[in-house]
């Protein structure tokens, strides 16, 4: 069956999908570059809690539109407004026109997160799948952060051979529509599920409520995914302001014929590389783990993990390799446990209503990002980003009584 599902045309497309999404070249020096047209650390934490407002407001919406609507339209309309995001930080100078690119960003991300996850579902099932979900999710995460590593590679070329910074946003939309041309390729059997024609709100909003207020053990597992994600999130490009201090302080340059600004740029480069290179890795073999541990004992493991790390990356904060070894380690344990996750939430929930669902555990994530982003922001600027990683470490030991997930 495996081989089966890795030769059809349209699982390829779906890893094809992931692959262009992730060609984001300005990933490695985005906060770099905020930070070089004077948006502050804390300032740069209100736009991130701007970006997760818009996907608050627009995540549920979205997925109820791709359910009954169509989702190769919903999915599509976000690549318009990820172009748009991409050309408005090609102009950015100041804190104002970043926050309307971010607005456009976060409307991209409330259109695509969940929607695809939905499709792809719905192709397993109808093909008669469904039980090699963490097999297709991982493989196909897998080639999404190929794709990074590509990213990456691509973006030290790039970064050093453009006339300035910003110039790297004109490169990312390419990539981005050759994805939305993917996109209206797809099969139209995976558009709507079959079994839902006409859009009754009240009913939607009726299932909503008893699949949280009622089903604990979902309820739980969309929690402790939301603050999980949302930490690694928060933390995770926090990487390029940790190497800049180490380059700058120390004097250090790896590659001696370069400036200490072009040594930032391909250490980042390459750093973003190697990590994405190995979660691409553990992403699709993560479905090998579940043949041999139990799957809930994987994620609550997982969990106690990342607080580990964040307290070591604390307290090792201005050793570079050992800084870069904590943050390989986070992103690997994140990309195994994404998709035993995703194959876990399923079991809770209700076929037809996959996008709607999955959408609600990325609202959940988003809530913590605009808790959490502001509030770390303001402890890097003053406290130090040491201080930012004890905090974050505390916080997942004090909830992990609440958020443990159990048999149910």
């Not at 009726?206 to 930490?231: H, M, Q, V, W, Y």
Request: hydrophobic residues 50%; positive net charge.
């Amino acid at each position: 069956m495996r081989n089966e599902i890795k030769k059809d045309k349209n699982i390829k497309k779906f890893c094809l999908y992931g692959f262009l999404k992730n060609l984001k070249f300005f990933e490695p020096y985005l906060l770099i570059y905020l930070m070089s047209n004077n948006i502050s650390l804390l300032q740069i934490g209100l736009l991130y809690s701007i970006r997760e407002i818009i996907v608050n407001l627009f995540e549920v919406p979205s997925g109820i539109v791709a359910d009954y609507f169509g989702r190769k339209k919903e999915l599509s309309l976000c690549f318009i407004f990820y172009i748009i995001s991409f050309v408005l930080f090609f102009f950015c100078n100041d804190f104002v026109l970043a926050t309307i690119a971010m607005i456009f960003f976060g409307f991209g991300e409330a259109f695509r997160t969940g929607t695809h996850k939905a499709m792809i579902y719905s192709y397993l099932d109808i093909n008669g799948w469904e039980s090699e979900k963490t097999f297709v999710y991982g493989r196909t995460r897998s080639f999404s952060l190929l794709g990074s590593t590509i990213s990456s590679l691509l973006a030290i070329l790039i970064i050093l051979n453009i006339p300035s910074s910003n110039y790297i946003f004109l490169f990312a939309t390419i990539p981005y529509i050759l994805d939305f041309m993917l996109i209206l390729s797809y099969p139209n059997t995976i558009d709507k599920e079959s079994t839902k024609h006409d859009f009754n709100f009240k009913e939607m909003l009726k299932l909503i409520k008893e699949s949280l207020l009622n089903k604990k053990g979902l309820r739980i597992i969309l929690i402790n995914d939301g603050l999980f994600a949302a930490t690694i999130s928060t933390i995770k490009d926090f990487i390029q302001p940790i190497m800049e201090m180490i380059i700058v302080t120390s004097g250090v340059l790896f590659f001696v014929n370069l400036s200490s600004d072009e040594n930032l740029k391909i250490i980042l480069g390459l750093v973003y590389a190697v990590i994405n290179l190995f979660s691409a890795i553990a992403s699709k073999r993560a479905y090998l783990l579940t043949q041999r541990f139990n799957s809930l004992l994987l994620i609550n493991t997982l969990y106690i993990s990342l607080a580990i790390s964040l307290m070591l990356l604390g307290y090792y904060i201005y050793q570079p390799f050992i800084v870069f070894v904590i943050y390989f380690f986070i992103y690997i344990i994140f990309n195994i446990r994404k998709p035993i996750y995703v194959c876990q939430i399923d079991n809770y929930m209700n076929k037809k209503e996959r996008a709607t669902m999955l959408s609600i555990a990325s609202l959940l994530k988003s809530l913590f990002i605009i808790i959490l982003a502001p509030i770390i922001g303001y402890i890097a600027d003053i406290g130090g980003i040491n201080i930012v990683m004890y905090l974050l470490a505390t916080i997942l030991i004090v909830s992990l009584p609440l958020l443990r997930l159990k048999e149910v």
